[in-house]
């Protein structure tokens, strides 16, 4: 009987996962409808050259400045981000534009009209999972960033397990844990879950206050 209901628990994931994937292609259809644009094609390496079409040019002024060693670094690092809310939005953005290597998205709530005014969400998205949205937004500001998008409720007991395995193997290089885990969550119950999970897996992470 368990081994049956861990195989449900698995079909479901993967009917979520589907449906999640759709939904992304019809954010992205939509975007493509609304206005006509054209997505750049990826940088496999970071260049330090200062010109108007390299979109790292800026941030490798810091490691000119003698701020940061290597800057090129970060596209070896994953980040996963638990909420993808006010905080959670603008977090992801601001690291898919320096080019972050990998983010892994969790959040279960859809996008409404009334998260407009706070959010980086565009009106055709309302209705769809953030992290759908998020997803395909932050893919088309920077192709180079890998997104990993989760639809569920980390607190629900069938999906933590699902929920620790990707903070333990979704990393940037396969098997490995993800570099930084940040909580970007509104609820104790939530927090409470983020924090079991990394006390169990000794995962570096920081939490937001608000």
Do not use: W
């Not at 009987?1 to 449900?8: D, N, R, T």
């Not at 493509?32 to 040019?57: A, G, H, Q």
């Amino acid at each position: 009987m368990p081994s049956k209901s861990k195989a449900l628990r698995q079909t479901n994931r993967d009917l979520r996962a589907a449906i999640e994937a759709l939904q992304a292609k019809l954010v992205q259809l939509q975007s493509e409808l609304s206005e006509t644009r054209t997505m750049r094609k990826k940088i496999d390496t970071i260049s330090s050259e200062v010109v108007d079409s390299n979109p790292y040019s800026r941030l490798m002024a810091l490691q000119r400045m003698g701020i940061v060693k290597n800057y090129a670094i970060i596209r070896q690092k994953t980040v996963a981000i638990v909420g993808i809310g006010g905080v959670g939005s603008v977090t992801a953005e601001m690291l898919v534009r320096c080019g972050v290597g990998r983010l892994v998205l969790f959040d279960y709530d859809k996008v409404e009209m009334a998260n407009m005014n706070r959010l980086f969400f565009q009106p055709h998205q309302s209705g769809l999972s953030k992290v759908s949205a998020a997803a395909a937004t932050l893919g088309f500001i920077n192709p180079d960033v890998e997104i990993e998008a989760h639809n569920y409720n980390i607190t629900l007991l069938d999906n933590y397990e699902h929920f620790v395995n990707r903070i333990r193997h979704g990393g940037r290089v396969a098997n490995q844990p993800v570099d930084l885990l940040l909580s970007c969550v509104d609820n104790f119950e939530a927090r409470m879950t983020i924090n079991k999970a990394c006390n169990e897996l000794n995962q570096v992470r920081a939490v937001s206050f608000h």
